[in-house]
Antibody
Framework: EVKLSESGGDLVQPGGSLRLSCAAT????????MAWVRQAPGKRLEWVSR????????DYADSVKGRFTVSRDNSKNTLYLQMSSLKAEDTAVYYC???????????????WGQGTLVAVSS | VVWMTQSPSFLSASPGDRVTITCRMS??????LAWYQQKPGKAPELLIY???TLQSGVPSRFTGSGSGTSFSLTISYLQSEDFATYYC?????????FGGGTTIEIK
């Protein structure tokens, strides 16, 4: 069974930093593009970032570009999202998901992790 | 950016009903569309990809259809476990985007 488990969510002050992790079991992350998707309270899902299987190619939503960095450690089968200069509008549940890709990181998501909550507030 | 308009936002229905959710795109997305189900406090789960391909394990009462800029998800006979929120997602171009969601509530 493929399982993704996020961790690292926390309450952080505006301007602060946080690193999220997503550990995978049942699959080798090196084979797949992976993505982060977030959901602010009562809002629609928002794609945040994706990274290629090798880690050599990344893409970001405009709302996080320059502040968030996605990476992966295939030896640990773990995906990361380093978040800095956090804003109140970054408050959300963050999900990691495998991308079943058509090309260039474009694809559908399956499975998803259970999510980790990031709250940005003073 | 592909803008997505999903309707209705809320739908009240009874077990056994047939319901249809629509997702309209701001441009042609070449059938690169997925549908997800999300229950409160849970992660989304994939139902359909490529507009009409049923994910393994998903009941056949779920059907995806459409092409170009207009797509639909139909649930032919609502079961109690189907009361949830449904999202469409396009993967034709980055940024990947989602519809606003449709919550199906028990009438």
């Amino acid at each position: 069974e493929v399982k993704l488990s996020e961790s690292g969510g926390d309450l952080v002050q505006p301007g602060g930093s946080l690193r999220l992790s997503c550990a995978a079991t049942g699959i080798s992350l090196s084979v797949y593009d992976m993505a982060w998707v977030r959901q602010a309270p009562g809002k629609r899902l928002e794609w945040v970032s994706r990274v290629s299987g090798s880690g050599g190619s990344t893409d970001y939503a405009d709302s996080v570009k320059g502040r968030f960095t996605v990476s992966r450690d295939n030896s640990k089968n773990t995906l990361y999202l380093q978040m800095s200069s956090l804003k109140a509008e970054d408050t959300a549940v963050y999900y990691c998901a495998r991308v079943l890709t058509t090309f260039g990181g474009r694809g559908w998501f399956d499975p998803w992790g259970q999510g980790t909550l990031v709250a940005v507030s003073s | 950016v592909v803008w997505m308009t999903q309707s209705p936002s809320f739908l009240s229905a009874s077990p056994g009903d047939r319901v249809t959710i629509t997702c309209r795109m701001s441009q042609d997305i070449n059938n690169f569309l997925a549908w997800y189900q999300q229950k409160p406090g849970k992660a989304p789960e994939l139902l359909i990809y490529a507009a009409s391909t049923l994910q393994s394990g998903v009941p056949s009462r779920f059907t995806g259809s459409g092409s170009g800029t207009s797509f639909s998800l139909t649930i032919s006979y609502l079961q109690s476990e189907d009361f949830a929120t449904y999202y469409c997602q396009q993967y034709d171009s980055l940024p990947l985007t989602f519809g606003g969601g449709t919550t199906i509530e028990i009438k």
